[in-house]
């Protein structure tokens, strides 16, 4: 057992002060008693008992607050991450991936989080980052092997159109080729096979241009393209109060999937429409191979128990006070004056 913050059991010291307290007032109401001629000690909690009670409630509660962890061990399944292998999603954040079939579907940006979360569960240990795009690139969650984490930080974050601002036409917001130059900076350097999933509508701004391929062949990077999205699929509009649906933008909100083709093909990736998407995970496990097996590992498990102790420290505190008030009840000096007064024999008149 380990103690988080031993300097806690410097809360002993309070016995000292407790201890005299208990003596004096003690001796003070015995004393009182029999100049009042009340002789018999009251029978309620001795000192020991008192003493015995302070020590407990004392002891348990210097020992909570010391945070005891009991070190224990146990057997799990550990899935290496590879330190040769990244892979990072590019999102298309422009306001068209706020569109859906039916106003209570989901978007196409939500559709595309799942895809990101299919593909995570799928690829263990592999570090996953997912940036967004319109004419700028933003990071929305950095390099990670843990599910978890990339799970909490997609619910939050990857709001198709949040980058809308700065854009400096909203009808034309979805740079591809821009993100395609500033990626690559942010892989590892040593990393053997980096890789760039783009998930777009495919509504891309500008055409691609040969030095924007061969940026990327030079940089050793595979390129996956997912085309998400519908040609029949719409902004739904609702009131700003109620919530309610009232009709949706009549602008259509076109797929395109010309620029996505040629920009997989030229780098050794692969071209995925929404309906085949599901294959991504295994056509990614085909281009990095297979890494480190998996291994059955003993780590270690610390288990906080200062719970216990408070209870128990509770527990010494209410019996102490429950007998205590108990102990005054039976030892009252007014009521002991009053019984004096009481046992006077009275005149015989």
Request: charged share 20%; hydrophobic share 45%; proline share 5%.
């Amino acid at each position: 057992m380990t103690l988080l913050e031993p300097h806690a059991f410097l809360l002993i010291l309070l016995l000292i002060p407790f201890v005299v307290v208990l003596v004096k007032d003690r001796a003070f109401k015995i004393s009182l008693g029999k100049k009042i001629g009340f002789s018999q000690e009251p029978k309620s909690l001795s000192i020991r008992g008192q003493l015995i009670l302070g020590l407990v409630f004392i002891s348990a509660m210097a020992t909570g607050l010391a945070q005891p962890q009991i070190n224990t061990e146990k057997t799990v399944k550990s899935v290496p991450a590879r330190s040769d292998v990244q892979i990072m999603f590019a999102v298309d954040l422009s306001a068209s991936m706020a569109g859906s079939k039916q106003a209570d579907s989901l978007l196409r940006i939500d559709r595309a989080k799942d895809l990101i979360r299919e593909v995570a569960g799928e690829l263990p240990g592999i570090p996953i980052a997912v940036y967004a795009f319109t004419n700028i690139t933003v990071p929305q969650v950095p390099f990670t092997t843990s599910f978890s984490t990339l799970d909490d930080m997609l619910n939050v974050n990857l709001v198709a159109g949040s980058l809308q601002k700065a854009c400096t036409n909203r009808d034309n917001c979805s740079e591809v080729w821009q993100a395609m130059y500033r990626l690559p900076t942010e892989f590892t350097p040593k990393t053997q096979k980096k890789i760039i999933v783009v998930i777009s509508d495919g509504d891309i701004v500008e055409p691609h241009t040969p030095d924007s391929i061969r940026y990327l062949k030079n940089q050793s990077i595979k390129v996956f393209a997912v085309n998400i999205g519908d040609n029949s699929e719409h902004i739904w509009l609702r009131d700003k109060k109620t919530r309610q649906v009232t009709g949706y933008d009549p602008k259509p909100l076109l797929v395109y999937d010309t620029e996505l083709r040629y920009l997989a093909s030229e780098t050794g990736g692969q071209f995925f429409t929404e309906n085949n998407a599901e294959n991504l995970a295994g056509a990614l496990k085909d281009v990095i191979g297979q890494g480190p097996v998996d291994a059955m590992i003993v780590v270690k498990v610390y288990e906080n128990i200062s719970a216990p102790f408070f209870l128990i420290a509770i527990l010494a505190l209410l019996a102490y006070f429950t007998l205590y008030i108990e102990r005054i009840d039976v030892f009252n000096p007014f009521r002991l004056i009053g019984k004096r007064i009481s046992q006077k024999p009275s005149k015989v008149k």
